[in-house]
């Protein structure tokens, strides 16, 4: 099976409040990107697909193996992918999307959403249970629902798609269309996407907590 990996690198981080795009915030003394590149390589992803900041190019190539494609992203992390998935080798089978912002995924995270493409499903994310009661607030932050918790999981990425479905699944998308994550666009598509097991240490770096978080578990 032929893998791609895509690596959405593209955002600025308002989050995260850094005075440098968030893929190029450091973690232990490497960038998040760096990270999360090797993430995907440990996990048995060879070829490397990243989109970065429009301009960036050269900072993003001075942190990472020189065998990694670089591109430029769009204005969201939809059309960043995008951009990915076009420039994505038409003879891979399957293509896997992570976040650069998700430093830490260990490789068993990875290697467990390509068996799951391997054993023919055409889309697989990692999942992790939800651990609060959710709700569902009206515009004045009163609580108007709370859906069974035992049925809801939190996404994390890679998630991993048959190469040709998923760009199936892009070509219907608006070209403006902004979801919040690739399992979104197949979804619209009719496609079923199955769920593997997530890691709480594939977290994503949101705001600056997550970064003394991932600090500390480096250190660990
Ligand atoms: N136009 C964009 C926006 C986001 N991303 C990527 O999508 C991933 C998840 O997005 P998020 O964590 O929201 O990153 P930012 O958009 O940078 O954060 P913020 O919303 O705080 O600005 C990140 O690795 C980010 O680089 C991207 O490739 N292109
Ligand atoms: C793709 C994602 O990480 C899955 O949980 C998430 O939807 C990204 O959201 P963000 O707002 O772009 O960080």
Redesign the pocket.
Same mark, same amino acid.
């Given at each position: 099976m032929h893998a791609v990996g895509i690596v !959405? %690198? @593209? $955002?600025? $981080? &308002?989050? &995260?409040g850094a005075d440098l795009p =968030? %893929?190029l915030v450091p973690l232990a003394g490497r960038p998040l990107v760096a990270w999360s590149v090797d993430a995907l390589r440990a996990g048995g992803v060879a070829e490397l697909v990243v *989109?970065v900041p429009p301009g960036q190019r050269d900072a993003f190539a001075a942190v990472l193996p020189a065998d990694v494609r670089l591109l430029d $992203? $769009? !204005? *969201?992390?939809t %059309?960043?992918v995008r951009v990915g998935l076009d420039a994505a080798s038409v003879t891979a089978d399957v293509v896997l999307v992570h976040? %650069? @912002?998700r430093p830490l995924t260990p490789p068993d995270v990875v290697r467990r959403v390509l068996a799951a493409l391997a054993a023919g499903h055409p889309a697989a994310v990692p999942v992790l249970p939800v651990v609060d009661t959710t709700v569902v607030v009206d515009d004045a932050g009163v609580i108007r629902d709370a859906p069974p918790r035992a049925a809801l999981r939190r996404v994390q990425t890679p998630q991993g798609f048959d190469r040709a479905i998923l760009a199936a699944a892009y070509a219907r998308l608006a070209p403006d269309a902004d979801l919040t994550d690739d399992a979104a666009v197949v979804r619209a598509a009719g496609v079923p996407v199955v769920t593997v097991e997530g890691d709480e240490r594939a977290a =994503?770096v949101?705001v600056p907590h997550d970064l003394a978080v991932a600090e500390r578990q480096v250190r660990r």
């Open positions: !959405a %690198a @593209a $955002g600025s $981080g &308002l989050r &995260l =968030k %893929a *989109t $992203g $769009g !204005a *969201t992390r %059309a960043s976040d %650069a @912002a =994503k949101t």
